[in-house]
Nanobody
Framework: VQLQAYGGGLVQAGGSLRLSCAAS????????MGWYHQAPGKERELVAQ???????TYISSVRGRFTISRDNVGNTVYLQMNSLKPEDTAVYYC????????????????WGKGTQVTVSS
């Protein structure tokens, strides 16, 4: 399974960016998909997550500014980031918990390569 992420970049504070991540490979189903971020010197943390039934979770610092959505047909997850702040600067990683085709496992974790988001003040 591969996760391909797009959409990072440099933006001024108050601006917007949209990240997208497409999963491909031997996928039977995807339990949940999400985005993590990791700032320099800090641990990677969950930013937002969406389950197969559309239930969403956000960390408090982005609630009201970021929106996660998912296209189940295309196995794609999006993160719309509005009102960006310098403290949102980090590498953003796509994550998916995948039930592999032909597998009896409940789910396996996969990660995409990070995409840099830089917000200037």
């Amino acid at each position: 399974v591969q996760l391909q992420a797009y959409g990072g970049g440099l933006v001024q504070a108050g601006g917007s960016l949209r990240l997208s991540c497409a999963a491909s490979g031997s996928i039977f189903s995807i339990n949940y998909m999400g985005w993590y971020h990791q700032a320099p010197g800090k641990e990677r943390e969950l930013v937002a997550q969406v389950t197969s039934d559309g239930t969403t979770t956000y960390i408090s610092s982005v609630r009201g500014r970021f929106t996660i959505s998912r296209d189940n047909v295309g196995n794609t997850v999006y993160l719309q980031m509005n009102s960006l702040k310098p403290e949102d600067t980090a590498v953003y990683y796509c994550h998916a918990n995948v039930v592999l085709a032909g597998s009896k496992n409940a789910g396996n974790d996969f990660w995409g390569k990070g995409t840099q988001v830089t917000v200037s003040s």
